[in-house]
Structure formats: C-alpha cells, structure tokens
C-alpha cells in the first residue's frame, strides 16, 4: 500500500501587477477552508480598512531590518515604494509540519528564493488576459501618477520574463475560472509521487491478493497456501 507524506504542501502564488491576485486569493481560500495563508509582515504603514494580524503584521522598518538580521524571514522584498515585505519563516513551517497546505502571495523575487530552499514548492503565476487590460485595471484605480504606472508596466514586463521558473500560469479572465484552475492544479499535485513516502506491498491486501490468484490458477484452497505460506516463515 502507498504511504503519502504528512506534511503540508507549500504553494507559492505570484502575479503581475493588477492581475487581481489577491482577490483570486481571497476566493480560493473561500472555497477552501482547509488551506492556510501565511501572512506577511510589512513596514508600510496601514490602510483604512486593513486590520494588523489579518492582512499583514505591521511593523517599522527598524523592527523589520531587525527581523532580517535574525533571519526571521522565508523570503523578504523591498517594494517600488521602498516598503519592505516578508514572510515569517517559523510560522510556515509549523503550518507545514501540521499537514496544512500553506499559500504564499509573493512577488517573483521571493518566489525564486523560496525555490532554493523549498525544491518541492507549487509555483503558481497569475495573468491578467492582456496588459491593456492591466492599463485600464490601473487607470480604473486612480491612485497612480504617471511615472509610477510606467514603473508597473516595467514591473509587469519584468515578472513576465519570469514564468519559465513557475510550474502553472493561469489567466484571470474571470475569478471563479482562474479559481476553478487553481483548485484543479491542487487537487493534481497531491497525487505527485514526491509526496510518496513508503510503498508497502507486504501488507495483509497485498498477501490476501496473492493467495486470491494462486488459488485461481493452482486449484489449492485458500486454507492449504496459508499454510505454505506460515511454513515459508
């Protein structure tokens, strides 16, 4: 019999700017409640609406420069903005450990690092259908000024020449498609046989199966190869 392991997957989803990750994300862990979704620390400061612990775990540059030289962190980048964003490393691997499959949302960056230390990771890359429709997703926003849209074009090109190192791409044409997708790729990759752990074939099944087909094929009852069988031992 097959023997999988116990521990959870890791699951590393990254996209281009308004490629509607997060709220591909927020769906997915909707439908999902098994999975868990590791939450990031961050320097910036909060939104109006985010609640620290839920959306990220807010903190200042200092302690989160601090947090690097204690190598706290998975993975850490600095944004466009020169906000710092990380994930907690211990807090991972305890989810991992539990048997929990753990989300990721994190830039290409932090992706390849996360690669290096975790060979297994699932590497997810999320698209918008095309980049006018990412221009238009931007301008929609309102929040931009000229010079920080073109360097999110420049961002998004950049990430794009990055999908070789992903497993999946996936377009984000409607939520609950990009969505459907996802869940397929989840529901495939636990049925890797990395995620094999033993192959047991002296198992009662397996011993019981023997002693089936022999009977077919000598004629000698089940009782009679029992018996061979303990004496073989």
């Known amino acids: 019999m097959i023997k999988q392991k116990k521990n959870g997957n890791l699951i590393v989803i990254s996209g281009t700017t308004c ?37 990220y775990y807010f903190i200042s540059k200092d302690e989160f420069e601090e947090k690097i030289k204690k190598g706290d962190f998975l993975e850490y980048a600095k944004s466009h903005r020169e906000d710092y964003y990380g994930t907690p490393k211990k807090e991972v691997q305890k989810m991992l450990d539990k048997g929990k499959d753990v989300v990721l949302e994190i830039n290409v960056d932090g992706a390849k690092y996360v690669k290096e230390l975790f060979p297994e990771v699932l590497l997810i890359f999320i698209m918008a259908p095309s980049m006018e429709e990412v221009k238009r997703r931007i301008k929609e926003r309102g929040k931009e000024s000229p010079k920080q849209i073109i360097e999110r074009f420049k961002s998004a090109y950049r990430e794009i020449n990055e999908i070789p190192q ?24 636990r049925c890797q046989v990395d995620r094999i752990e033993e192959i047991n074939v002296e198992s009662e099944e ?21 018996k061979e069988k303990s004496n073989e031992n």
């Open 19 to 55: 490629a509607g990750k997060g709220t591909v994300i927020d769906t997915l862990l909707e439908r999902n409640p098994d999975l868990a979704l590791s939450i990031s620390y961050t320097s910036r400061p909060i939104r109006e609406g985010e609640t620290n612990g839920k959306d």
């Open 166 to 189: 992903y497993n999946y791409v996936v377009i984000n044409d409607k939520v609950e498609n990009a969505v459907d997708k996802i869940e397929a790729i989840l529901k495939a990759s």
């Open 206 to 226: 397996e011993i019981l199966h023997e002693f089936l087909i022999g009977e077919e094929f000598d004629n000698k009852p089940m009782s009679e190869r029992i």
